[in-house]
């Protein structure tokens, strides 16, 4: 699982609405992939990003070097897109949980693959 | 779709016509990527196929993505009178598809190996880039040496998708190899046994012959089969070879057309090299993908991805953007990833263990929605599509787009659960879509006129107005395609701003 992703997910645990946001991100192994850097997407990511959600879970992930806001002009700043285009794409968790910040519920994260599945009694209504 | 830039291109080949088989229904998304990718003129169609001219290399051809197979067209004319004719009659109309017009057949042969050729130079440029030391190729050997490649994939035509590439790679692999004089000359000498391709009384053949509608009451397969056969071998001096020839005469003859031509590739083109293996057809799986209006940047999820197929489609055509695919089956997730890493996706698609009716995302995060809606008796209808369609509804973006593939029971679920309560729009029934022009559209534009065209168009106004709004997915197109057995329609949605909600 890549931090653009994690960046997406919410806990769904039922009456968690969205204070489920972001899962806390723990990792026991954790592989750098070197991807191709595309600078378009990069730059149509950006204003996706939820900075708060992407430095915490950076933070432990022990990653340096995170830009911790987008600058201004951005998009012609090849610097910061290389940044950002490292910590979204390049850091993958391979084993580790993802805790859902108000109910405390950990959902497992195996082979890359977090495994978000509820049990019927913590499904919304 | 994404065009090469610059627009379709005017290939280097020479101006041919071709023609490609469909599943039914997907024929518009056809005719428009052969007008978008490949500049084609003279587009026609029946039910389930395509018709065009156009001046593509094999690598252009090979973009089709809606296709079947593809086929250089040696002759079409109309059918046979066959109520109140004799045997004997019917085949010497047969014969002289061939004796009163030779040329038709040595102009479509010479235009094949051409393609072949201008293919195998190609694949000559790029070895020869790459090692420039390498011993030079003539070309008839490196077309005959293509030739035997093909030769060697035919063997295995009737097995697996999965294991004529696999034999296809390792072929190519071996080839790449003959540098040294030994080997090549080997190779030479079995090519030169095979089918000497520069003497054409030399070729060997096979015939595939399809019978369907009044004709097929009156002769088999088989007898036409035998009878072009037989013609083809007494006017041309071709052998007959039906394990491994190195021509295929491909025949259908129909109540529209007697329809004759040469398969370009072995492999059909719905095979797709890229995909390990294949869950759903990746023919519609593609179609889906062009529907659902992907642009750089987008965030597009299936919930219900399976082994990946439709996100790897998409993700081929469109890259920059950014693929989520979600499943609750541990072997389906397990066989996704080994697709996408088998593809060179992984870095593209990203995948979650996670149900369709709980998506742990936020509401209004995910811009497109694709998903092939689980058929029979597992997926439970009604409650668990209702939940399904509204949890889609949640995380999609308002203006975002939903393409669906639903069965006919899917359907008609959604259209009979207008009474339930819940927050699907109940008072929908029928909605006068401005929408449903839309869909008359790819019909329309098919060019020459058609006796199958009238029904096709109005088959999918009919199924669109089928479609009832579900809360604030409003419909905005439908298509009816064939599965084999059965019928499934792909439908499309998009989210509008909902008051009260």
New interface residues.
Partial sequence: ??L??HN?????VRGVG?R??P?RLQATEVRI?P??F?P??I???IP?VEWAALLEAAGNLHLIEVPKEPIQGYEHNEEFLRKMHHVL?EVEVLEGTLQCPESGRVFPLS????????RDEE??T | MAVVPGGPRSGPAARAQFFCTAGRGLEPFLIREVRERLAATQVEYISGKVFFTACSDLNMLKQLKSAERLFLLIKKQLPFPVSSVSKGKIFNELQRLINDDPESWLNAISIWKNLLELDAKKEKLSHKNANPLKRKVGEDDTAAKKLKTEQIQEIQETKECQLEKQIEEKLLEQGNFITEEGKFQELQNDVMEAADTRNQTDLTFRVSCRCSGAIAKTLTAQEVGRVIGIALMKQFGWKANLRNPNLEIFIHLSDIYSVLGIPVFRVPLACRAYIKTAGMRSTIAWAMASLAEIK??A?VLDPMCGLGTILLEAAKEWP???Y?GAD?SDSQ?SGA?DNLRAAGL??KI??????V??????SE?VDIIISDIPFGKKFKLGKDIKRTLQEMERVLRVGGTIVLLLSEDHHRHLKGGEASSGPLNSQGGRTEEPGGEECLTPAGKAAVSEPASSSFVAGNQECLDRMPPLGSLVPVDCYRVSLGKTDALISKYKKSSSPGR
């Fill in positions: 699982m890549r653009l992703t997406l997910l919410s806990s769904h969205p489920g946001f899962p992939n991807v191709e595309n378009g997407f730059v149509r990511m996706k794409l082979r890359g693959i977090p495994n978000m599945q509820l499904t919304e | 750089a940047g965030v920059d953007v950014y989520v609750v997730l990833y992984k870095d990203e995948l979650l263990r996670v149900s009716i709980e998506l742990p995302l936020p995060s």
